[in-house]
Nanobody, 126 residues
Framework: QVQLVESGGGLVQAGGSLRLSCAAS????????IGWFRQAPGNEREFVAA????????YYADSVKGRFTISRDNAKNTVSLQMNSLEPEDTAVYYC???????????????????WGQGTQVTVSS
């Protein structure tokens, strides 16, 4: 079992920055891919970014590439999502998730993630 707790959400103006954190407890953290997903009202939950456990390879949705940066600290069991140049379209509840998608498969599939946090609200005003 892995428990995940997100923090760092809030209200920010367009062009601003926020840093989200995901704190994990439970099973060996470094064994898991940690992903960030987001869900806006009326929309499906969508992939934002992910980072593999061992080599730390990172993946991003096209919509956030160049603006968001995901990183992890396995010693502290935390994953961060630095969000810069925020846009109103980034407004959503952001969730972190832990899973073990095979190396040969995309990390963006929600079904590959077994554990989810409760989410943190990010609101970007125009």
């Amino acid at each position: 079992q892995v428990q995940l707790v997100e923090s760092g959400g809030g209200l920010v103006q367009a062009g601003g920055s926020l840093r989200l954190s995901c704190a994990a407890s439970g099973r060996t953290f470094s064994n898991y891919v940690i992903g960030w997903f987001r869900q806006a009202p009326g929309n499906e939950r969508e992939f934002v970014a992910a980072i593999r456990g061992s080599a730390g390879r990172t993946y991003y949705a096209d919509s956030v590439k160049g603006r968001f940066t995901i990183s992890r600290d396995n010693a502290k069991n935390t994953v961060s999502l630095q969000m810069n140049s925020l846009e109103p379209e980034d407004t959503a509840v952001y969730y972190c998730a832990a899973g073990q998608p095979p190396i040969y498969r995309s990390v963006s599939r929600k079904s590959d993630y077994d554990y989810w946090g409760q989410g943190t609200q990010v609101t970007v005003s125009s």
